[in-house]
């Protein structure tokens, strides 16, 4: 796969089709239930766009580690790790219709984690394309729950982050009927323009993040991801 399409094109949707799928097929359970059959309370919710780069998306979350210092065993909920993806009909498993009518995403989020959303910002597709990412920022507005933008320092420049600070979310695009229903939704809330406000402030204070650890490279050598806790 990383031969045809380059190892930093891979996205969640490649990851899904040829391992999550396969993994979880007929068990009913997702990958998180796999690994934890008692799941702890989420602490921190992912906000992701699945066309962006997983190797860029490994190593932002490998940043909330180094970066910003949470503990390596924090529950998270990372949506194409914590919910069903086989859609085969599985007696115990829920179809992604079925779990998207259960509010998943809303209703991690009114339960405030206690880290806050953090939020994946790849170079190859831009997030807030898409609106199930916007909802999730009107969600975590709506909660008054902490957001931040993570990434990866290898692959961003402080110049190409600039260029993504500011973006119109009235623009994005989801299933026909589910922007119906988001859109409605942000709108009764206030609109789109104090969602594209606040994701600017994240988003600055990212490229802040990114200029610390861009200089932390230059001045000792190493990507401040590849340093081990001491």
């Known amino acids: 796969l990383a031969q045809v399409k380059g190892e930093y094109n891979i996205n969640m949707y490649d990851i899904n089709t040829h391992f999550v799928i396969p993994w979880t097929r007929s068990t009913g359970c997702s990958i998180a239930l796999l690994f934890n059959p008692n799941p702890k309370e989420v602490q921190l919710m992912i906000s992701h766009a699945w066309a962006g780069s997983v190797k860029q998306t490994l190593q932002a979350m490998r940043s909330l580690v180094r970066l910003h210092s949470l503990p390596e065993d924090t529950p998270v909920f990372f949506c194409t790790l914590s919910m069903y993806q086989p859609e085969d009909g599985a007696p115990v498993g829920l179809s992604i219709k079925e779990q998207l009518d259960l509010s ?59 260029n993504q600070v500011n973006v119109d979310t009235s623009k994005s695009e989801c299933q026909p009927k589910d922007k119906e229903m988001l859109t409605a939704l942000i709108e009764k809330r206030g609109g789109f323009a104090r969602i594209d406000k606040e994701i600017a402030a994240f988003r600055k204070k990212a490229q802040k993040d990114l200029k610390h650890a861009l200089q932390f490279e230059n001045w000792f050598g190493v990507n401040v991801l590849s340093v081990e806790e001491v």
């Open 104 to 162: 998943p995403f809303a209703e991690i989020i009114k339960l405030k984690p206690e880290k806050g959303m953090f939020v994946v910002h790849t170079t190859i597709f831009e997030v807030y394309s898409r609106l199930w990412c916007v909802h999730e920022v009107d969600e975590s507005l709506y909660a008054q729950i902490k957001i931040h933008g993570i990434f990866d320092s290898d692959s961003w420049t402080e110049a190409c982050f600039e």
